[in-house]
Structure formats: structure tokens, C-alpha cells
């Protein structure tokens, strides 16, 4: 990938998420998460240790980048800044369909 379309997937992955941290909390709280501080309420934790591996953890930083970059390989017709947690959330759930063996 060229530095222009890794630069459009780092801007998208803040808004990606914060929009997933909005999942979680009530809609009081949701509403104090911005772009700004989303960063203090992600876990410390980027990596699980599973069968004798090391995974990136879901909901990362760069879990999400990777899943972008997969998406934008899929479908490289469509802008970068179109892709929600809908569409990261469908991927994982392909992703889990086909590799069922961990």
C-alpha cells in the first residue's frame, strides 16, 4: 500500500474506536469520548497469549489498521472514510467463520 492510502486508514481508525467505545458505555458517559481521549479509556493490554501464540488483541489500535487494510484490499473501489465498526465488526465475524482452529 502507498503512504497515502496508510495515512487516510490511520485517520480512520480514532473514529472507528471511539465509535465501538460508545458501545459500551451508558449514553451519558458516551457522550464525554471524543477523538481527544479515547486513547485513556483503550486498554494498556495489545496482546493475549493463546495456544502457546500471541494474538493482537481486539479492539486495538492496530487490530483495527490490520482489519482496515483488509477491507480496503477488498475493496479498494470504495473511500477509506466509509468504512465503520459495522464493517470491522463483519469482517471479524467472516474472519471467525473461517478460521475456527485456534
Avoid: C
Wanted: proline share 5%.
Amino acid at each position: 500500500m502507498n503512504r497515502k492510502i496508510i495515512k487516510q486508514i490511520n485517520k480512520q481508525v480514532p473514529h472507528i474506536l471511539v465509535a465501538w467505545l460508545h458501545t459500551l458505555v451508558s449514553e451519558e458517559e458516551a457522550k464525554t469520548i471524543t477523538l481527544n481521549n479515547y486513547k485513556e479509556l483503550l486498554p494498556d493490554q495489545t496482546h493475549v497469549f493463546s495456544n502457546n501464540k500471541f494474538f493482537l488483541s481486539t479492539f486495538s489500535p492496530r487490530w483495527v489498521r490490520k482489519k482496515l487494510k483488509g477491507l480496503v484490499v477488498a475493496n479498494p473501489d470504495r473511500p477509506i472514510n466509509s468504512f465503520t465498526l459495522e464493517d470491522i465488526k463483519a469482517e471479524m465475524q467472516t474472519w471467525k467463520m473461517i478460521n475456527r482452529d485456534f
